[in-house]
């Protein structure tokens, strides 16, 4: 016999219910101290790192579900930029200028 009545008894939710989900993530972020990142933003994150790595923009576009690279080029191109520096010292250093 429960201490509510019938009107309140709470209802068990699924474990992977997507509010569950989503509370466990929030909690994990803020326990490890992190900027909240919705997981969409996640897909960025990993392209960035992509590119870090130097992974081709062939095989982002194809690990992103794009239909080309031309399509990862238009989206990663301003941060290609920023990359460009490490780009021209990684081919002096391997050119031997």
């Known amino acids: 016999m429960s201490i509510y009545p019938e009107s309140k008894k709470r209802r068990a939710k699924p474990h992977d219910a997507q509010s569950s ?3 466990r993530r929030s909690a994990a972020i803020k326990r490890a101290g992190i900027r909240r990142r919705n997981p969409y933003h996640t897909r960025h ?3 960035c790192w992509l590119l870090s790595a130097g992974a081709t923009h062939s095989f982002i576009a194809n690990q ?3 239909e ?3 399509t990862a080029y238009e989206i990663y191109a301003t941060w290609i930029k920023e990359v460009n ?3 021209v010292e990684m081919l002096n250093g391997k050119l031997a200028l």
């Open 45 to 47: 994150t990993f392209a």
């Open 68 to 70: 080309n690279a031309q």
């Open 64 to 66: 992103m579900g794009h």
């Open 21 to 23: 989900i989503r509370s």
């Open 85 to 87: 520096g490490e780009q």
